[in-house]
């Protein structure tokens, strides 16, 4: 019998992309999540940082790095927490409007983004199969909203404004992980989703503030399914995946994250009380955009 050996940060891998397809569909299934996006994105932050507090209270060289974090780093990590706030607004807004497959795919864009600013700012220099993948994912990305505004149906599950805020969403992702790429060479993983998630939680309290949206009285199936998103996709996912980076390759981590909208649409397929079944626009210009980010996100060693 031959024995398959895998390493710990290949399974944490695995674990991070399996857990975090699951959110789509639990927000889906959370019946505020169309009428009040902000305070389901308000909750799932505010449960992951709840989760995340123990390892900083319990763990003193985490209490340590946190109060000897230079003013520059925090400043950064302020900015990243106004980002990831504004990437969760606006992509739970999105799921209200449009389908999970859409909604997925373009929030999953931001390698677009990532490639280009990477390497003005960062002089990551960008080869020509790079530049390719990114106007190959732009054309997927005209082909989906395009043809999804335009599609005639009774039954409509793709808006414009969907798509809008899903690519919103994507771009605020793109530049969080941008941000959060400078940080993390000098700031362990629990110091940074602590500082960053308790600020993105704090941003997201005074938008449903301003917005009035409910932060109380929330029924407690909603509350339970918010607590799993946070554990599932905020925990085992972005957490367990940013600890994955610091043993795994770059090029290996950017392909397996094409799985999220893979997995998320599956998920949508088959749960019977969502049952979406995605638009041809969306199955082909989805198809041209995860090629185009694989050949955007990419090294130009072979994988």
């Known amino acids: 019998m031959i024995k398959l050996k895998i390493s710990k940060p290949y399974l944490g891998l695995f674990i991070s ?5 699951t959110a789509a569909v639990l927000i889906k299934t959370v019946s505020i999540h169309a009428q009040f996006p902000f305070s389901v994105a308000f909750f799932r932050l505010l449960f992951t940082t709840l989760i995340v507090l123990p390892f900083v209270i319990f763990r003193k060289n985490i209490r340590k790095e946190l109060l000897s974090l230079s ?6 990590m302020l900015i990243i927490g106004l980002i ?20 997925v795919i373009l929030v999953t864009a931001h390698p677009l983004l990532v490639g280009p600013l ?3 700012f960062l002089k990551e220099r960008l080869s020509k199969a790079n530049t390719i993948g990114i106007i190959i994912s732009v054309i997927g990305v005209i082909i989906l909203v395009y043809g999804n505004t335009i599609y005639s149906s009774e039954i409509k599950i793709d808006t414009l404004e969907g798509n809008i805020l899903a690519i919103l ?12 790429r400078k940080v993390r060479k000098n ?10 998630y308790s600020i993105a939680t704090i941003i997201l309290f005074l938008l ?3 917005s009035q949206s409910p932060i109380y009285g929330i029924s407690p199936q909603d509350y339970g399914l918010i607590l799993l998103m946070a554990i599932l996709a905020g925990i085992l996912g972005h957490t367990l995946y940013n600890w994955s980076l610091e043993y795994v390759r770059a090029s290996v981590a950017s392909v397996v994250l094409l799985g999220e909208p893979i997995g998320s649409t599956l998920l949508a397929i088959i749960l019977p009380w969502i049952s979406q079944i995605p638009s041809e626009y969306t199955i082909f210009g989805g198809a041209i955009i995860l090629t185009g980010i694989y050949l955007t ?4 060693k072979i994988i």
Do not use: Q
């Not at 003013?71 to 950064?76: A, G, P, V």
């Not at 606006?90 to 909604?103: D, E, H, P, R």
């Not at 994507?170 to 969080?176: D, E, F, K, P, T």
């Open 208 to 210: 449903c503030l301003i």
């Open 17 to 21: 992309i399996a857990s975090v397809s």
């Open 297 to 300: 996100a990419r090294k130009n």
């Open 187 to 196: 700031v362990s993983v629990w110091s940074y989703a602590f500082v960053v």
């Open 169 to 180: 969403g994507g771009i605020a992702a793109g530049l969080y992980i941008l941000g959060g």
């Open 84 to 103: 990831l706030a504004a990437h969760f607004a606006l992509w739970i807004s999105s799921l209200g409007k449009t389908s999970v497959a859409s909604s």
């Open 118 to 120: 990477s390497h003005y």
């Open 71 to 76: 003013k520059e780093s925090f400043l950064i």
